[in-house]
């Protein structure tokens, strides 16, 4: 879409978790991942195959706690839990990048939009919202912005930003907020965030005076008790957005 200078208002999307279902799917790139390191370690026997399978399983939860992004990475972790330091050190950087890119392509094959995504980005386009979509980086350069544009998402969106590729910071880092909105060239406290990680997705926003949007597959299972969204959303309501976000920029505009 072609941006509209005239707008003064942004609504700043996350990508996975928010606008696609991607999270689910990994189960599926970890199997790829574990069966790529079997073959490469010359392993057999299902007891090791599920002791390496839960050791990936273990380096994502891990290292996405630790904002540790980039795979090759994780795989290198994994193996040196599962043999030793110097089996970990032997990997060549190109098998751990194949090993990152059989991940990322696997998930990107696998994910799909939530539904009433584009109905929703449509809709705020139409009421002169900028549209900005903000997304941490895969840690293989280029990756998000390949998966992006395989989702047949980037016409909806004025500006993107990979925080850790087009900023040194990632999310919760005030830095790539910033750089986001001087990309859509509107002041961070005209702006609404949208995304599904309490963890990454507030903190930053709310100190530059941003309104936050949590999508959340049910309120019920929602945990956190220190970095609480403006609202809370269920993905099943997301069309709801097509009049809260105006709402609260109004709501700014008339302040």
Sequence with gaps: MTSNTEKRYAAIFDFDGTLVESHPRRNIAHSKVCDFLLKYLNIQGEIQEKVLLNL???MEREMNEKHIYNRNIWWKEAVKRYFSKDISESISESTLNELTTIYWQTVSDESKIFPGVEDLLASLWQKGIKLGLMSDTDGLEGMKAKRIEDAGLVEYFDAIIIPGEDTKDTKPSTQPFIKICAALGVAPENCVHVGDNPQVDILG???????????TPDKTHFKEKILIPDYLIELKDIKKL????PELLNEKNAK
């Design 242 to 245: 097509e009049e809260l976000i």
């Design 205 to 215: 926003a709310k100190e530059l005076g941003m309104k936050t949007i949590i999508l």
């Design 56 to 58: 990936i399983e273990l």
